[in-house]
């Protein structure tokens, strides 16, 4: 579970998003950092037993800075009002799929993963292995358990092309997921859940509910 204070600082971050507010209270900064560790650490050890290259993470290894890089954004608070988790094969700069917790008090916490706007080539090597192992990939996010969790993969704006690309027929059965410029399934985690002794198992069985898509998608990537 992760601790009240953890919460607490990050809703008073919203509301108070400067360097001065940052650095008055940079220690509760640092426990709050230190609890969201801690969690990153038994979350990889135990999604490490499903998942081999999980294993060997560091928290450091996937967790994000707070600093927010406002060169080029009309949004110009200095810090992220979240912290998040990326597990993923190489770490959280790696091209490979992988699982991702988002902590943001105020009903905005999520789970889940996939693959988000990949490189170009990337997209081609998925969508060649969608067509290909069709069969295996619907298979994946028709399961039960995944349909139970997930329900759907996210097809929000900007993530999926308004027709078939180049070198696919409009009826292959597989083209609304060829379609899609990224591969994620999330589900929400609310508030009260945060602090509950019930939270890594809960982020431990989504996590292993995705895995077959994560190892679909990365095997795709090793051809």
Known sequence: MLQKTTLSFLKELKKNNTKEWFDTNRKRYESAKADFAALTQTVIQQLGKKDPFVAALLPKDCMFRMNRDVRFSKNKDPYKTNMGMYLSRGGKKSVFSGYYFHL????????????????????????????????????????????????VLQREEGMVLSREPKGYEKDNPAIEYIKLKSWVATAPITDQLLTSDQLVKEIIGAFETLHPMITFLNNALEE
């Not at 080539?121 to 069709?134: A, M, S």
Request: hydrophobic share 30%.
């Open 104 to 151: 943001e008090p105020g009903g905005n916490s999520f789970m889940g993963g996939g693959l988000y706007m990949p490189e170009p080539d990337v997209i081609k090597k998925i969508r060649q292995e969608i067509d290909y192992n069709w069969e295996a990939f619907h298979k994946i996010i028709s399961n039960k358990k995944f349909k139970s969790i997930y329900q």
